[in-house]
């Protein structure tokens, strides 16, 4: 593939934070460890690119809530690809000195069923992200 977008690709993500240099606090180091850099930066937001499609956080004065509730209707999670097996047990150990939780620990690594080796992880606003390992079967 390219580094060219096609019809199709996702082009950004906007999330909307109540708290913006927390938020960059946890964000900036899993996007990172992804392969993301920083794209943009201005005083209510960050944004990191990977490739062609890029990820935003920006702290809006137009918020409704504090908190983000991936129950209600509207953004459930992000999903991510990561190299290995071995890659996401090195994120899930990180994860708690960057802001992230894991979540569903009694059924990790295979919240997601049995052929499904991924770390759910939630951030301090209520964010969900999934890190699904590309050398699971079934992935």
């Known amino acids: 593939m390219s580094g060219e977008p096609t019809t199709g690709m996702l ?12 938020a960059v606090a946890s964000w900036q180091w899993l996007l990172e460890a992804l392969g993301y850099t920083v794209f943009q930066d201005w005083s209510h937001g960050r944004s990191w690119r990977l490739g062609v499609t890029y990820l935003v956080l920006e702290q809006s004065p137009a918020l409704s809530a504090d908190r ?17 097996r071995t890659m996401v047990d090195a994120l899930v150990d990180q994860a708690p000195a960057n802001g992230w939780t894991l979540m569903f620990p009694d059924r990790h690594p295979h919240a997601g069923g049995e052929q499904h080796y991924a770390a759910y992880l939630e951030d301090k606003d209520g964010f969900e992200v999934e890190l699904v390992a590309a050398d699971a079967p079934g992935t």
């Open 68 to 84: 983000h509730d991936r129950r209600r209707p509207g953004l459930n999670h992000l999903a991510f690809h990561v190299e290995s």
């Open 11 to 22: 082009h950004h993500v906007e999330i909307w934070v109540p708290d913006l240099p927390r």
